[in-house]
């Protein structure tokens, strides 16, 4: 390699990121929130807190507030950590410069991606952590720092924040985390059980300052409930008769009320939309009432299996397949933000490159674009290939971030509360950095 293709090699992905990151902040900024969002930033401007979702976004926001206000701050962390992940795996790429590039843009404006990107979600934060942290390792890996091992682990605690279903994304990430520290120690030599054990320590650590962390808010909800009243709809309605728990709802609901308010792709249209009035979607936890409707939904299940299967794939087709052009587009994208209690009043981006794209989301929102079965068979084949080069060093790395990407998408079938694209997102990004990780290991077994 010459010189000027060495200088070259990390100024083409920098430059691609740089690039792509300028677009995004003209076309997005301040980014996008939904109700969730904007009720994270009220929770981190003083809010009553709760562990409905992950506290991660909304200290997040608690940090970046006193710098700069409303969605920007989460949003420029977000890309900061996203574009920088992406452009360190590119240069863990053997590749040429331009390919190094090419993956960069390739990742960061596939269709998925780009739609996630352009909003403050704690979904798009645990892709952006959850990428920077692998590539953290990578540099681990390479150069033997320990800050980035260090880096590494601070960014998958924080994924453990962002998301209460993290766990599965995490653990793998974590493995391959102990691996490389494991081969890097100071003392290869030292007891393998004494280094498992210390592994272990920290990963115990890692999760008890994460449920630590969740249980210190003002208010602990049962999130389960919400999910369990809307099977149990779904299947009432398949059984024609109401199988919800009486002291769950107002009297005098009956299957056609609950036919008024059941939709197939979300749980929360159930709480609003019945006439006798569903009670609260998140209880406070410790509520006797939470353990009467977990039994409900057991027995419906026994009762009524080939319903409850029905009402769990169409969730399963809508997350993972082309959504219907009927079903509202806040299951894709959001534009704009939403307004919640006294939070500030934000600008939303107003750019003639704004509106065009949007009316693309728009126009890709019901089609294969916007799927994400085709990343999955694209993490299942880069998956195959990996394993066969397993005994190189990137084939190892597209292992673990492969199987973090499809763990995490193993329970959404059973535990999504509704089809939003957001759910998969990581899992969608995974399948594009481990496939880029599975196809630039060599093919012959030269090790790693």
């Known amino acids: 390699m010459t010189t000027d293709s060495r200088a070259l090699a990390p100024a083409a992905p920098i430059a691609a990121a740089l ?3 300028g677009l995004y902040l003209y076309c997005f900024f301040p980014g996008s929130m939904s109700p969730d969002s904007a009720y994270a930033w009220w929770m981190a401007r003083g809010g009553e807190s709760d562990n409905v979702q992950g506290v991660g976004l909304a200290w997040l926001w608690r940090v970046t507030d006193h710098v700069l206000a409303g969605p920007a701050g989460p949003f ?5 950590l996203f574009w920088a992940g992406l452009c360190l795996i590119a240069l863990a790429l053997p590749a040429r410069p331009l390919a190094r590039a090419a993956f960069v843009l390739a990742a960061g404006f596939a269709p998925v991606c ?7 979600w704690s979904d798009v934060a645990l892709m952006a952590m959850l990428t920077a942290a692998t590539a953290a390792l990578l540099r681990f890996r390479d150069d033997g720092r320990k800050a980035w091992l260090a880096l590494a682990l601070l960014l998958l605690w924080w994924s453990l924040l962002l998301r209460h279903n993290a766990v599965p994304a995490v653990a793998p990430l974590f493995a391959y985390a102990a691996l490389l520290w494991n081969r890097n120690a100071t003392r290869p030599d030292a007891p393998r059980i004494r280094r498992v054990a210390l592994a272990c320590a920290v990963a115990a650590a890692l999760w008890l300052a994460s449920v630590g962390a969740d249980r210190a808010v003002d208010r602990r909800a049962d999130v389960f409930p919400s999910l369990a009243l ?6 009432s309605l398949a059984a024609d008769r109401v199988l919800l728990p009486p002291a769950s709802h107002g009297p005098g609901l009956d299957v056609a009320d609950l036919r008024r308010a059941y939709t197939p792709y979300a749980n929360l249209t159930l709480f609003i939309g019945t006439r006798a009035g569903i009670g609260a979607p998140f209880p406070d936890a ?7 409707i977990v039994d409900a939904w057991w027995h419906a299940i026994g009762d009524y299996p080939r319903a409850y299967l029905a009402h769990r794939w169409r969730v399963t087709r809508g997350l993972f397949g082309a959504r219907p052009r009927e079903w509202p587009h806040e299951l894709v994208y959001v534009d704009g933000d939403v307004d919640y209690r006294n939070n500030p009043p934000v600008v ?8 065009v794209v949007v009316r693309a989301f728009e126009a890709a929102r019901d089609t294969l674009v916007l799927a994400a ?6 993490a299942l084949a880069a998956l195959a290939i990996a394993w066969r080069r397993r005994a190189h060093a990137n084939a190892q790395a597209a292992i673990a971030v492969l199987v973090s990407g499809l763990l995490y998408a193993a329970p959404l079938p059973f ?3 509704s089809a939003e694209l957001r759910y998969v997102g990581w899992t969608c990004l995974a399948a594009l950095i481990g496939a880029a990780l599975a196809f630039s290991a060599p093919r012959d077994d030269d090790g790693p």
């Open 19 to 21: 690039g792509a990151l």
């Open 76 to 80: 420029l962390t977000i890309h900061a």
């Open 114 to 120: 780009c739609v996630l990107l352009s909003h403050v």
């Open 230 to 235: 809307w099977d149990l709809a779904a299947i």
């Open 286 to 292: 410790g509520d006797p009432l939470n353990a009467v």
């Open 348 to 355: 939303a981006n107003a750019t003639p490159l704004h509106g």
């Open 373 to 378: 079965w085709p990343y999955l068979l694209l």
């Open 415 to 417: 535990i999504a509360p």
